[in-house]
């Protein structure tokens, strides 16, 4: 949906759901993947799909202003919404083999900064 | 803070630092609380779970074949996990194929092409342009992996377009003994025309060869009409359009008509990712819903009203960047498909029950049309059928909602989606399915012990 028209509806929308601006990595940025290749192919499969696709509405990987209040919940929060899903977040990030380090390995490499301990 | 303690409560902190200490001096008991916590498995929705023994994900054909010959109890593959249905779960061993990805062969002469089964749909688009190929249908979402999505019979809409399981023209197999089976029209064709939708029940699929046609582009031409007037153009609008849906938005009176129409025209710009998919639309009708469901007058007066903000630009681009959306609301999902010319019916019937009782729910439901195939499990096995989808927000009960509609479809002759919501039994889906002996008795053949078979599978297929 869109031109002009819309712009009301989603105006609406946004008052509706209390929406605010989003800042977005360049397109190099959230393009990037894992240097370690195993991980390289864990985020590919599993996580690039919605983290480096702004329409997806996740945070983007190397949007470290997206993911500044994330980090402040802590590495368990993070962990837990990894694992059992949370709002547009599936369940295990669609990676059913992933060890508890590897999900934290992801979101600190989406993240681009290191996890609180 | 005073940390002045009793004798007793001296005596009882001592006692359970003894016991710590006997618990981790015991080699055994050291190890299992050294090991790594079993970590549960959701679907898509959150709305199945389990816990299983083991989760792995094999690099490669050999390793796939000894996981399977090796593994304790029973076996399910998994892909993306967006089946509805209890497909997955199980306290065994969970495969994925998470390795098993990527474009394996393609002839340019045939337009076939052989992809490991792991792929995420999302990825063949791209590898299959680079080699002039294209997919001649695709579901409006792309989530799913191609093994996932061939043995649900997943599909995409227009009444000369069959599923994705119908253009499968080869796979290899991995039977429940870690057998490598390669089958086709010519070999084992029984087993390959009961693999064509197998639920995964057959073995796990590594690589499936699919029938594809010359790269393509698309234009989407979206527009909001009245229902029932989209209903009573339904001969023009599927005939007029080689894909043609339509999303109607409960408790109101409109529905939002798609056609999707091959053309040479060159690509439109991208549009801005926050208007992809309609996600917007969705959040919106969420809160009217919300905020309006203890006034139904006004809140059918507001989502009616809404035809008058929105306008849509035609789109083209690739085939599948047109085909496939971005769902960033999660829902759990009950779909049917009936026989075509009871479509309008059936869906006329959902929509006065929804609005007599006012149930509870606010997702559009999508109507799509397919046509007939030959494959033994296909939910369009023998008819050309229209599938009527329910969603309900995943943190919303379903159960009501569903339970509620779904005596509706069993009236017109509908068979569930094997990836979604039912409740149906072995006993109620014989019936439906007049090639089913075909399909157990390739079953029994290849996994006599049930390997296979979870609580959900040996209930829909009748295994004890």
């Known amino acids: 949906m869109r031109a002009i028209p819309l712009t009301l509806l989603l105006a609406l929308s946004m008052t509706l759901c209390g929406c605010d601006e989003k800042s977005a990595p360049s397109a190099t940025t959230r393009n990037a993947t894992p240097s370690d290749p195993a991980l390289a192919q864990i985020y590919v499969n599993s996580c690039q799909l919605c983290h480096a696709n702004p329409a997806a509405n996740a945070p983007l990987t190397g949007d470290r202003q997206a993911w500044e209040p994330r980090i402040r919940q802590g590495a368990d929060t993070l962990l837990d919404h990894a694992i059992n899903g949370y709002n547009g977040m599936p369940p295990m990030g669609q990676c059913v083999e992933c060890t508890e380090e590897q999900f934290l390995q992801l979101i600190g490499f989406m993240a681009d900064q290191p996890l609180p301990e | ?464």
């Open chain 2, 1 to 464: 803070m005073s940390m002045d303690l009793t004798r007793r409560q001296l005596l009882q902190w001592a006692s359970i630092v003894g016991a710590f200490s006997a618990l981790t001096a015991n080699p055994a008991l050291g190890q299992l609380m050294r090991a790594p916590r079993l970590i549960p498995w959701r679907n898509w929705s959150g709305g199945q779970s389990c816990l299983p023994a083991a989760r792995l994900a094999p690099k490669n054909l050999d390793e796939l074949t000894a996981a399977i010959r090796q593994a304790q109890g029973k076996i399910r593959p998994v892909g993306s996990a967006h089946s509805f249905s209890a497909l997955v779960p199980t306290d065994g061993t969970l495969l994925s194929l998470s390795y098993f990805t990527g474009l394996l062969d393609h002839d340019p002469k045939t337009l076939q092409a052989e992809f490991a089964a792991g792929t995420p749909m999302s990825r063949m688009g791209v590898p299959l342009k680079g080699v002039g190929q294209a997919l001649q249908n695709m579901a409006d979402i792309d989530y799913q992996t191609l093994a996932g999505a061939i043995a649900t019979s997943t599909h995409g809409t227009g009444t000369t377009f069959q599923s994705y399981s119908a253009h499968v023209c080869g796979m290899q197999l991995v039977t429940a003994n870690g057998e490598v089976l390669d089958c086709d029209s010519q070999r084992h064709p029984e087993v390959f025309n009961a693999a064509r939708v197998s639920l995964g029940a057959l073995g796990v699929a590594t690589k499936i060869r699919l029938q594809n046609r010359p790269a393509y582009r698309l234009r989407e031409r979206q527009w909001i009409a009245r229902t029932e007037e989209l209903l009573e153009d339904l001969d023009k609008n599927t005939r007029e359009n080689q894909h043609w849906e339509m999303l109607v938005v409960t408790h109101s009176d409109y529905a939002l008509s798609i056609a999707l129409n091959e053309t040479s025209d060159p690509a439109t710009p991208p549009i801005p990712p926050e208007e992809e998919g309609g996600n917007e639309f969705v959040t919106l009708i969420e809160k009217l819903d919300k905020y309006g469901s203890d006034f139904p007058d006004l809140r059918r007066t507001l989502l009616n009203s809404l035809r008058h903000l929105a306008s849509f630009d035609d789109r083209v681009g690739d085939s599948f960047d047109i085909y496939s959306n971005v769902r960033t609301v999660r829902f759990n999902e009950m779909e049917y498909s009936v026989p075509a010319e009871h479509g309008p019916a059936c869906l006329r019937e959902i929509l006065k029950l929804i609005q007599d009782k006012d149930l509870r729910t606010w997702f559009p439901i999508e109507y799509r049309y397919v046509k007939a195939d030959d494959i033994p499990l296909s939910m369009f096995e023998g008819r050309d059928s229209c599938s009527i989808s329910v969603h309900q927000h995943y943190q919303m009960d379903h159960h009501n909602f569903f339970a509620a509609v779904e005596p509706i479809f069993w009236k017109y002759n509908g068979r569930p989606h094997w990836g979604k919501l039912h409740t149906l039994n072995a006993k109620n889906l014989q019936p439906l399915y007049p090639r089913w002996r075909e399909f157990v008795d390739v079953r029994q053949a290849l996994d006599p012990s049930g390997r296979f078979l979870n609580a959900h599978l040996a209930s829909i297929l009748g295994v004890n």
